[in-house]
């Protein structure tokens, strides 16, 4: 059974860091695109950062520099820093797994498995 679970997500002040975590079970991790998404109310959920099976990685326009994509190969975890937040940061944050070495931050549609997500709040 594939499971996504994330976890870290919480209430920071404006300029703050997290650090967001998916532990991934039940597949063969390497073989999958792994991405992160988020969605604040009201809002289409849209692509923050992406990870293939080499270790690329893909940014959002609007993220780089504050958003970091990573994943422990040997645990089965993705993670994604995240630092300098602004309140429009603030969203369910999810992870998603892709079923090919092809990354996209385009469509959600791509990914078959996805996380239950974990809060992120940054008030100023």
């Known amino acids: 059974q594939v499971q996504l679970a994330e976890s870290g997500g919480g209430s920071v002040q404006s300029g703050g860091s997290l650090r967001l975590s998916c532990a991934a079970s039940?597949?063969?991790?390497?073989?999958?695109?792994m991405g992160w998404f988020r969605q604040a109310p009201g809002k289409k959920r849209e692509g923050v950062a992406s990870?293939?099976?080499?270790?690329?990685?893909a940014y959002a326009d609007s993220l780089k520099g504050r958003f970091t994509i990573s994943q422990d190969n040997t645990r089965n975890t993705l993670y994604l820093h995240m630092n300098g937040l602004d309140p429009e940061d603030s969203g369910m944050y999810y992870c998603?797994?892709?079923?090919?070495?092809?990354?996209?931050?385009?469509?959600?549609?791509?990914?078959?498995?996805w996380g239950q997500g974990t809060q992120v709040t940054v008030s100023s």
């Open positions: 990870i293939d099976p080499s270790g690329n990685t």
């Open positions: 998603a797994a892709k079923p090919s070495a092809l990354c996209t931050l385009r469509s959600t549609a791509a990914y078959i498995y």
């Open positions: 039940g597949y063969t991790y390497r073989s999958y695109c």
